[in-house]
């Protein structure tokens, strides 16, 4: 059974920083390319930034480029987005997702991630 859980969402302050975790269980975790996506009230899910299977690709949306980071453990299995100089406009759900095969080349698109988490909600104050 795969699970995902995010954890690390709260209220903050404009300009402040917020560290997002993602601790996957049920798969080979370490085989699989790791997203993260946020949808806010009225809006569709966007994409935020990828991480290859051995961490060595990256890729951002340019919403959130330059500002957020994503990193992963695998030893932990476990995804961390790291966000500073949040904007109100990054109020969101955010949901890590696992992406569709084994080995994956990468995506920004949601229909090519197969497991989703619950998500945690990150609100950002003016």
């Known amino acids: 059974q795969v699970q995902l859980v995010e954890s690390g969402g709260r209220l903050v302050q404009s300009g402040g920083s917020l560290r997002l975790s993602c601790a996957a269980s049920?798969?080979?975790?370490?085989?699989?390319?790791m997203g993260w996506f946020r949808q806010a009230p009225g809006k569709e899910r966007d994409f935020v930034a990828r991480i290859s299977w051995n961490g060595v690709s990256t890729d951002y949306a340019d919403s959130v480029k330059g500002r957020f980071t994503i990193s992963r453990d695998n030893a932990k299995n476990m995804v961390y987005l790291q966000m500073n100089s949040l904007k109100p406009e990054d109020t969101a759900v955010y949901y890590c997702?696992?992406?569709?095969?084994?080995?994956?080349?990468?995506?920004?698109?949601?229909?090519?991630?197969?497991?989703w988490g619950q998500g945690t909600q990150v609100t950002v104050s003016s």
């Open positions: 049920g798969y080979a975790f370490t085989r699989y390319g």
């Open positions: 997702a696992v992406e569709y095969g084994l080995y994956g080349l990468g995506s920004r698109n949601l229909h090519d991630y197969e497991y």
